[in-house]
């Protein structure tokens, strides 16, 4: 610490933004009296992951549960510091009301005097935000714009002619029923979803001279065409409502990620007899994404052919009726996502892409043939969509293999030694290869028992069992461990208790229990879903709302530093910091809202702590601890 105290606070703050945990960066505040003092280093430091408005352009939940239940009252000011960069403008400054008046104060910019550092900024578009001028366009600052209809049913068209009075505008997501955009000389990212449908030429986008990124985000766009979109885009994702004709993109040569979302209700009929999508012009594409669920070869024998430049490396095709002409070579092609049926059936051939080290076989309805992977596939996932159908049974995996997922029911196959990741669905006992790091187990009903024997540099181990039928000893060389939790059967024979109690206990042997370690000393960190979270064929209405877990016995027999709790909503992340050696007190952090705070128990005996978790998307954030049910 000493060594620590001597940088300077610009070599500090360097050392405190790269922690990612929020946990972290108080735990290392606290460490020193003099560190925790230092006003002019914590006016600079903002906790990771605290925004006013979320990814979505909406009031975040997460911050104004972090907001009105934050515990560390002398992280007021870094907390603080994490949003004064953000706003919302509201019509109405009585939508949210808040006790706190710094929250108020963030929702509306009446007593905010100094607007000259907001950064981000959210608008609730209304027929009652009479002036926009106003409430907006006086604050220059602004890089990162959201503007969101609130009563679409009253706007006849959401007016931004005038955008280009924000000069330091970087990005601007748009969600409206209408939209009237005017030009925009520095704006780089456009995302734009859209009630009405509207020819492209109709937006205008070739006004904005400087755009390098834009997102459809719904399927409004008609009339797609070459020259109608910004020569300067380097990422597209558009998602049309027909396909586009064949010369659509030829024009844009800086184009480096494409996405194309096909509508699955695009009527097939009125197209060319033989769709096709030039993208063989575009010599910066590296990412190449296209989906079409709607799979017409199914019904009238269709293909839409797309030709790719030679400069593609990673490519997503998610459709079963896409085709690569086999004159397309893809020699730096490093990453393929396709649906099985599409590289069994030859519509996408692999012989000239020597490069390719991940493969995603999606969809598969069939037998694999035996020699159809590359030898030079290092990362291999398989997603098995049939019913007792061993689709691997023939397939020769490549030899310098290091990472396979399988999913659904298959035989016993023969797993390469080069493996250091595995994902399978255990269906019986056998060996694993002895170099592996990491595996996860999907327990079928068959499995009569888990596995005893490990590999010995093993680090990584998820068993999703869920149905709750087995216990297992941890091996001792385990530090990340995920683990399906089923409720605790002894807790249904209590009358009192109204939720499902989940413990980390019923997943253990009585062996394990029976110590005062329950899991071994290197399991730092333990992942556990509950309520259903983690099985897609579970009905979280069969767990109930609201869950209660056993937080007690993860600080007091296990040596877990980091616990994320999964929910069918949202996964919670917690630091668990033990601040003595007795576990006396102890600080517990959701190091994404950072609620929590310091748990002391001066007791002679460790109570109880039961987390309350509510199982409900609208307000996933929401959990309390307690003492008692």
Known sequence: MTHLLKLSNLILLNIITEIDNNGDIVCL?????QLYQNSSLRKSIQFKGIRVINDNGELSQQFVDTA???NLFSFNDILKNSVSDQQIILPDKEKYNYDHQWIQDRISTVNRADKSNIKTALVMYSPKLKDLQKSLYDIPSIETLFIDDDEPKLIKAMDLGSISLLPNLQRLVV???KLNLG??????????????KYPLVDLGLIKLVSLTKLIFNNHFVTDIGPGLLPSSLTSLILRPKEIPPRNTFLSLTSLVNLEIYLESRVKYEGVQDHPFIDLS?????NTLLFEYRNDPIETIGHRIEMSVPTSIKILKLYSNSIQIPSKCSMPKLDKLYVHGSVLISGSVSLLTSPSLKKLVMDNCQEMIPPNIIPSTVERLIINNYTAGLNIVKHVVFPPFLTHLAVTGNYETIKH???LVKLRYMLTEEQSLPQHLKQVSWEVSDAVEFLPTSFPPNLERLGIFDFQGYFQMDIPSTIKYLTIFLTPDPESKKQPWLNNPLYSINTSLTDMAISQPQWLPHNTTHLTCHVGGGGGDDVDPREYGTHQVFRLDEVINHTNVRYLSLRTTEITLQFTIQ??????RNVLVLE?????GGIISNNRQQYDPIYLHLNIDDSNPFDYKWCFDM
């Open 591 to 595: 190091t994404q809202t950072l609620t």
């Open 183 to 196: 030009p925009h000389t520095t704006l780089k990212s456009l995302e734009l979803h859209i009630d009405t």
């Open 175 to 177: 969600d409206s029923y």
């Open 281 to 285: 012009s575009l010599s910066n594409l």
């Open 29 to 33: 505040l606290l460490t020193c009296k």
């Open 416 to 418: 390469p030694p080069s």
């Open 68 to 70: 009105t239940r934050f």
């Open 578 to 583: 033990r601040l003595d050696n007795n576990n």
